[in-house]
């Protein structure tokens, strides 16, 4: 502080809270005890700990919320310099010359936490992992925990993929969301995004779930708000949305939904109202969206002209319920405009201007907190820190936002799971396999095992069996070929005399071009090919076909069997978080 406010708590430079702990070689924050605060500090752009946030924050200590409560270190401080005067050399055999301390302090987990930051509809973990040190009790007091009743893994690891679920509820809870339509909501799965971080951090998948797309919702035992455990029935052939909120169900009937519907269990979820979008969209500065033709519509109350706008709050919110006046005026075309969104929040969330900003880093923190419910394996800030860490190192480039593919139901107001495709992007994100191309290495490894020239699709010729797969699968793969790939030469011969758990292609060295023709279609591996076999097989026209023998880790007819071949090939709608998109 200068000598004008010296001995004055209220007057004193944030600057000049920040001092070097010898025992790290880091700044951090230092409260005196007698100069009680009214709320977190905020330090200059230029201090030392912007550039401690600038190097993605290390380990350290800090204050409580209040006096009584915080731990502090007992602290000498070094030599004070005037405002605007150049910085001292540090003294020989030290790494900085700012203040020391007399011993060594209490190391306390409890008040020591790398905590991670912002984004919207839990989409913090993804932005901001470890930029701040800030106040461990009082953030845990902010989260909302529900039970997982059992519907989770149990928790995430750091040496596996990571699946967490995210949840935005149209519940009107809190201030001035009761004039959005239905006020008496009782909260459905109305956003839902399933997000896979791959288990080598290199790429991650956000899959957005349809509200209105017709699943098989699961019994469900759940644990009421008062505590008492409720066994709610299934329903089948329902709205996905209704997994949540009908009949009382809570997000863990949401996470055994997803379970059922695409084979992947997730091991955390997240739930967000509206007022998660208003305050972490303002806690930035604002999400900057753009738009290829002007949007007014009269439901969402969104008014903005073509062209690249950045909103905030009541704004924003109106922006992601926004689908009358875009695309085709459905869920679906909603659902791009909240990819678009996220992904320009995940941009923000990354960029210098955040993390170098004290305030905005801080602003984030109370914000996620406050707005989030979580499963309550993640209720404790260490454990979220240690998840947003995880989530934390997926670059934007990798970050890849797609849509489960559907078709029209029949009475066109719901969808259904594209047969085939959907099934095949569930089997891509189960194989950890990344929809970003940053595998592309070992797909060209499994290219060059099959490289070589291809037949034309009308010139393949095999006999199709069923060794493992589920009853039909031989009758089902044979109308695929045949209606769907211009496989005609093709025939199905019922049950093999073995049950395989690889699917495997058996051909001769003179039919070489044809499995790698049928390798490429079925997504087959190099490892299932089994060339020179011999057979002497012959299809309906009595020529020379290949044995393709269904094992048990067939999926379904034009399922591709192996991810790891079937990524590059996968056709889905897919964006990545570092690229802009206008909505139209």
Excluded at 188 to 212: E, F, Y
Excluded at 476 to 490: E, I, P, R, Y
Aim: glycine letters at 10%; a positive charge.
């Amino acid at each position: 502080m200068d000598a004008q406010g010296r001995g004055r708590a209220e007057d004193i430079d944030p600057a000049d809270q920040w001092v070097l702990n010898p025992n790290t070689g880091e700044y951090e924050l230092r409260l005196a005890p007698s100069a009680p605060q009214s709320g977190v500090p905020r330090p200059r752009r230029a201090t030392p700990a912007a550039a401690g946030a600038r190097a993605g924050g290390a380990s350290g200590r800090s204050a409580t919320a209040t006096p009584d409560t915080r731990e502090i270190p007992e602290v000498v401080p070094g030599p004070r310099r005037r405002r605007g005067a150049p910085e001292e050399e540090p003294l020989p055999g030290r790494r900085g010359g700012r203040g020391r301390t007399k011993a060594k302090p209490k190391k306390s987990t409890g008040k020591r936490i790398l905590v991670w930051t912002g984004g919207t509809l839990a989409f913090v973990l993804v932005g901001v992992s470890g930029a701040a040190y800030l106040y461990y009790q009082h953030l845990n007091n902010n989260i909302r925990k529900i039970s997982d009743d059992g519907a989770g893994t149990g928790g995430f690891s750091k040496d596996r993929a990571i699946n967490l679920l995210v949840i935005g509820t149209d519940k009107r809870t809190g201030a001035g969301n009761g004039s959005y339509g239905d006020k008496d909501s009782v909260g459905h799965a109305d956003t839902t995004i399933l997000l896979h971080v791959s288990k080598d951090r290199s790429n991650a998948t956000a899959m957005s779930i349809p509200r209105d797309m017709i699943v098989d919702v699961p019994d469900c035992l759940t644990t009421q708000e008062d505590g008492s455990q409720k066994n709610i029935p299934g329903t089948p052939n329902v709205r996905f949305n209704t997994s949540l909120g009908q009949y009382d169900r809570t997000p863990s009937c949401t996470m055994r939904t997803v379970t059922e519907l695409t084979g992947i269990k997730p091991d955390h979820f997240m739930v967000a109202d509206f007022n998660a979008v208003k305050t972490l969209s303002t806690a930035i500065g604002g999400v900057e969206v753009c738009l290829a033709k002007p949007i007014k519509d009269s439901k969402s109350k969104l008014d903005l002209s073509e062209g690249k706008h950045t909103i905030q709050g009541e704004q924003a919110l109106a922006f992601l319920r926004t689908r009358y006046s875009v695309g085709l005026g459905s869920d679906l075309s909603r659902i791009e405009l909240q990819q678009q969104f996220l992904s320009s929040m995940i941009r923000q969330m990354k960029s210098e201007d955040t993390l170098t900003d004290p305030r905005k880093v801080i602003d984030l923190a109370e914000a996620a907190t406050k707005a989030l419910s979580v499963d309550d394996k993640i209720t404790d800030i260490k454990k979220l820190a240690s998840l947003g860490q995880e989530v934390g190192k997926v670059s934007t480039k990798n970050i890849t936002f797609t849509t489960v593919p559907v078709v029209d139901n029949t009475d066109r107001a719901t969808v259904l799971p594209m047969p085939g495709k959907a099934e095949q992007l569930f089997q891509t994100i189960r194989d950890d396999v990344s929809l970003s191309e940053v595998k592309k290495k070992a797909k060209e490894k499994q290219a060059a095992k099959l490289k070589g020239k291809r037949a034309d699709a009308s010139e393949v010729r095999v006999n199709v069996y069923n060794g493992g797969a589920e009853a039909g699968s031989a009758q089902a793969t044979l109308n695929w070929l045949q209606n769907d790939v211009g496989v005609t030469k093709s025939s199905q011969l019922g049950n093999a005399g073995k049950t395989l758990s690889k699917t495997t292609l058996e051909y001769d060295p003179d039919q070489a071009d044809q499995a790698r023709k049928l390798a490429d279609l079925m997504g087959l591996s190099a490892a299932a090919l089994k060339p020179g076999e011999g057979n002497s097989e012959t299809n309906s026209q009595g020529l020379p076909a290949m044995v393709l023998t269904l094992g048990e880790d067939f999926k379904g007819a034009g399922v591709k069997i192996s991810g790891s071949s079937s990524a590059a090939d996968l056709d889905v709608e897919k964006n990545t978080a570092d690229k802009e998109k206008c909505a139209s």
